[in-house]
C-alpha cells in the first residue's frame, strides 16, 4: 500500500516508522526539518530540546520501541526528581517516596500519611489506564465501562477539589497540581483521574535519555525503512470522493527538502507529482498528524487554551548546587492559571517551569556551562510584551540559582507556534472530560475509510509516550483493515 503522513511530528513519524516496514511510505511536513514540537536546537556549543523535557511512562517508550523493533535509548536515572520553589521554599523532591514522605510530612502535619495514600491511588490509576491506552474507545468495552464506574469519583471530581480534599499546604497543593498544565489546561478542568501521571515524574525511577529528548527522533529515523520525507511542503487540500481520500494537495513553501531514509536508490515514486509549486500525492491510506485532526472530526478547534513562552538560555554560573527539572510557584498559582481561563494576562508575579539538562547530561552544554530552558504557561491567544517577559525571567531566575554570565539566548512564544505548526497552542486539545478517551478525536475517520489520524489531538493524548501509543493504535488499526 502507498502511504502519505502528513506532518512529521514524532506522531507521524512514529506512524511512518511501524507502517514502513509493510508499505511504502512518505512523509510530508510545512517544515524543512522533521519532529515538529520536539526538534532541537543547537546555539554555539548548547543543545536544547525545544518542546519535551520530561521522559515519563517509560514503559510506553519501551512498547514502542519493541513494536518497532528498535533498541531502547541509553536512560539515565536522576537522583532528584524535581526542585521546586516560591518565596518561602526550596524544596527537594526524589524518585523515591521514603524521602518524599518525609518532605510532605515537613510541609504539614500528617503529610507523609496523605501522601502515601493520594501516590497509591494515583498508581492504582495509572495500572488502570495502562490497561487500555491501546484501545479504540469507540468499542464499548465492557472492562472499560467497569473501570469507568469504579473510578467515577476521580473522573467527575477535578484535580483542583481533589488536590484540596487531601492537602491542606500550599506547597503540597501546587506540587500534585501542576500536571494539570502539561495536559493541556487549568486544574480545575482536568479531571482527577489524571492524577495517575504523578508517580511517574515524581517518584519512580526518573529517567532522560543521554544525549536529550530528541534522541527519541533519531531512533525513529535510524529504524524506518525507507521512508521519503518531503520538507517545506504543506498540505492544502484533500479530495475525498465517495468516502474516500483519492489524493492530496500541497504546496512547496520555499525550497523542496527531499530525504531518503534508509533507502535503496532515490527516486520519487509514480504517486507524487510536482509542478511548479503544487504537488500532489495519489496514496492508498492518509495519516494527519496536525491541528486539522482536531478540525475533521470536530468541526472546531476544541478547547486547547494554553500556549507558551520559551526560553532558551546558555549560562556560565559557579553555582554547583542546580537541579534537573525545576518549577518557580508564584504567590498565587490559582491567579495565574486563572488567566489562562480566562485568556487574560498573567500576574506580573508568574509560575514557571525551568530545565537544566546539563546537570545530567554535560553534553548539553560546553565544559563547565549550563543549557536551561524555561516555559511559561500563557493564555494562547495574548500579545505579550516579549522584552519584559523576558526580563522578568532572567531576574526570577537570578534570584533562584544566584548570578550566571548570559552567552546565548533565543525565545519561542505563540506567535512562533501559529508560523511553525499552524497553531497557537502548545500541548493541543486538552485533556477535559469531555476531550478525553471516548470523547477525544478517535486515531481514523469515521465517514472516509482511507483516513487516520496521529499525534497529541487524538487519542490517547497530549505528550510523546502517548503520541507514539497513538502511531501503535493506526499501525494495529491500518494492519487490521488493510494488512
Ligand atoms: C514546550 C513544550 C513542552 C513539552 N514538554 C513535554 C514533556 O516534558 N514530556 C512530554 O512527553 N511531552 C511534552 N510536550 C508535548 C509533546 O512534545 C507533544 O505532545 C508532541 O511532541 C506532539 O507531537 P505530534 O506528533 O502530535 O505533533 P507536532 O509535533 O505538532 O507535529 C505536527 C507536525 O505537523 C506539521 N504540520 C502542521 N500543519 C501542516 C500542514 N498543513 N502540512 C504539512 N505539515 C504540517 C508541523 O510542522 C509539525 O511538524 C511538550 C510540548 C511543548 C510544546
Redesign the pocket.
Known sequence: MRVLV???????LAAAALLSKRHQVVV????DS?????RELYLDGYRFD???????MPKLYNNFFRKLGAEDLTLIPLKKSLRVYSSKHKIDLYPNDTLNREVFEILEQGGAQKYDRFMHRSKELYDLAYRFIYEDYAKLNPDILSLVFKNFDVLLKNTDDYVNSVFRSTMARNIMKFHSV?LGDVPWRIPAFYSLLIPSYLSENVLYPKGGMYRIVDNIIRNMNNVIFLGN????SLNIQNGLVKNLI?TINSEIQVKFINAQNSNLPEWISIQGNQIRVDADIYII????NILMQNGSEGRAPIG?F?MYLGIDTDNPDLEHHNLYFSGDTEAHYRAIDRSTHIPEDFCFYFHIPSVTDPSAAPRGKHSIMT?VPLPKNIRIDRAKMERKILDKLEELIGDFRLEQKKVLDMEDFEN????RS???LSHILSQSAMFRPKNYDTKVKNLFY????TNPG??????LSSAIIVDNIIRERYG
Open positions: 502528513i506532518g512529521a511530528g514524532i506522531g507521524g510530508i511536513d510545512k517544515n522533521w519532529g515538529g514540537r520536539a525545544r518542546g519535551p523535557s520530561w521522559y515519563i502539561f511542503v504543506k498540505a492544502e500541497a498528524n496536525h491541528r486539522k507558551v520559551l516555559l511553525d505548526y499552524l497553531d502548545a500541548f493541543g496521529v499525534g497529541q489531538n497530549i505528550g510523546v509516550p502517548l503520541v
